[in-house]
C-alpha cells in the first residue's frame, strides 16, 4: 500500500510476520526498508538481512557470519543503546559494527525512551569504546546517510540543518575538548537556535 507522506516501512523483526509484500511494495515506491533484528539473540539476523533491507536496526547480537555480511553488502545498521539497556539484551557491539559498516544512533521506539539525540550519543559514548568523533557521525552524517537526507555535514552542497550550540552555556563554557562535550554531556538547554 502506497503512503504518501510516509519515508518508509520500518519492520518489527523478521520473528514477527512474514514482510515480503512489505519489502517489495516500499522498493516499488522507491521508499526506505528497515527492520529490528538481532536484538535479543542472533537467529532473526538472516530471515532480516534475506529482506535485502536499506538498514537493519539494533544488531546487539550479531555472529561473525552476520559481520561478513553486513560488510559484503554494506547495510547499514542503526543501533539504540538506551533502548537496549532498558529491555536489558545487552550493549551492541559497535567496534565490530563501525569496522564494516556505515552506523548511524537511533532513539528506537519512543514507548520505551525518550526522542532525544543528545541522551542517546552521551550513553553511546559511556558504554562503548566508539570515539567521541564517532558517536558525533554517527548522529549526524551516519544518520542523515540512512534516512536518505542531504545533510548530516556542513560541506558545499549539502541541505543546511544545522544545531547551533550555545558554548558559553552553564554547561559548556570553557570546554577543552568540544566535540567530547557536545557527545558526553550537551542536551536541549545548550540548544541556541536550530537553522533552517
Ligand atoms: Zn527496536
Known amino acids: ?59 546487539v547480537h550479531p555472529e561473525e557470519r552476520h559481520l561478513d555480511r553486513l560488510a559484503a553488502e554494506g547495510w547499514p545498521v542503526v543501533v539504540c543503546p538506551r533502548s537496549n539497556l532498558v529491555t536489558g539484551v545487552g550493549v551492541p557491539p559497535l567496534r565490530d559494527l563501525l569496522d564494516r559498516t556505515t552506523v548511524a544512533l537511533g ?16 550513553f553511546a559514548a559511556k558504554l562503548t569504546d566508539a570515539t567521541a568523533v564517532e ?14 537526507l542531504n545533510c548530516g555535514a556542513i560541506e558545499p552542497g549539502r541541505d543546511a540543518r544545522l544545531l547551533v550550540l550555545d558554548g558559553d552555556s552553564d554547561n559548556l563554557a570553557g570546554v577543552r575538548d568540544p566535540v567530547r562535550a557536545v557527545v558526553r554531556r550537551a542536551g536541549q538547554g545548550d540548544v541556541k537556535a536550530v537553522v533552517p
Do not use: Q, W
Request: hydrophobic share 45%.
Open 107 to 122: 532513539t528506537d521506539n519512543v514507548m520505551l525512551d525518550s526522542p532525544s539525540m543528545f541522551r542517546e550519543m552521551e
Open 135 to 148: 558517536v558525533l557521525r554517527m548522529a549526524t552524517a551516519a544518520g542523515a546517510a540512512v534516512a536518505g
Open 1 to 59: 500500500m502506497e503512503h504518501p507522506f510516509a519515508a518508509g516501512f520500518g519492520a518489527s523483526g523478521a520473528r514477527d510476520a512474514d514482510f515480503d509484500a512489505e519489502r517489495a511494495a516500499t522498493r516499488a515506491a522507491g521508499k526506505l526498508f528497515g527492520i529490528h533484528a538481532g536484538e535479543r539473540d542472533p537467529h532473526d539476523l538472516d530471515a532480516a538481512m534475506d529482506l535485502d533491507p536499506d538498514h537493519l536496526v539494533h544488531v
